[in-house]
């Protein structure tokens, strides 16, 4: 069965502290892993797509990686307006459907 | 462009009633899924429609129904309704050629169940 778990639960940065997010997976063949962010009161936010190994991608602050087993998503001298949960999903060759992780809480304060 | 939108945003509905939720994608997308969110178990897939066919469906009971119309657009229902079925729902397009294409969710209806 697909699993996804991502760590930590919540996290809180100060200003400029850089860190990263972790996702770790299980999938039987892995069509895409997907990285959103999601503000309170709103639906997720699509922010990257990586299909294979060694693939990375980045926007402004944020750079995803990709391993056979995990993927990170780093944050460089994040801002209070980075504040969010950020959800990973994975996409299995098998169907359509995203198996999200239960999220990880940011919270960056000034 | 517009992006997804959901209608209604909040619902409060009594047990044992049914509700119609209504979702029009971003122009050009031609699949549509459907996902509840609640705190204990996060995003939990329901259904995916792609040119009016169901192509996937998750682990929800018979309760759990949806269509789309020519135009993309979709609904879902949700019959006999249960305390435990106050979530946020939400709705998310795709072009759905591609099969890895990204997801671009609405904002979501929230719905309580008293």
């Known amino acids: 069965e697909d699993q996804v778990t991502q760590s930590p639960e919540a996290l809180r940065l100060q200003e400029g502290e850089s860190s990263s997010l972790n996702c770790s997976y299980t999938v039987s063949g892995l069509r895409g892993l997907f990285w959103y962010r999601q503000d309170p009161g709103k639906g997720p936010e699509f922010l990257f797509t990586?299909?294979?190994a060694g693939e990375e991608k980045e926007k402004e602050r944020l750079k995803a990686t990709l391993t056979k087993k995990e993927s990170f998503l780093h944050i460089t001298a994040p801002k209070p307006e980075d504040s969010a949960t950020y959800l990973c999903a994975v996409q299995a060759n098998s169907g359509y459907a995203l198996n999200f992780g239960k999220g990880t809480s940011l919270l960056v304060t000034p | 462009k517009a992006g997804v939108t959901q209608t209604p945003r909040y619902l409060i509905k009594t047990r044992g009633q049914q509700v119609t939720l209504s979702c029009s994608p971003i122009s050009g997308h031609r699949s549509v899924s459907w996902y509840q969110q609640t705190p204990g178990q996060g995003l939990q897939f329901l259904f995916e429609y792609f040119s009016e066919t169901q192509r996937n469906k998750g682990n929800f009971p018979g309760r759990f129904s949806g269509r789309q119309f020519s135009n993309s657009r979709s609904e879902m229902n949700v019959s006999t309704l249960e305390l435990g079925d106050s979530a946020l729902y939400l709705c998310?397009?795709?072009?759905?050629?591609?099969?890895?294409?990204?997801?671009?969710f609405g904002n979501g209806t929230r719905l309580t169940v008293t």
């Open positions: 998310a397009s795709s072009l759905g050629q591609l099969d890895n294409s990204p997801l671009h």
């Open positions: 990586l299909y294979s």
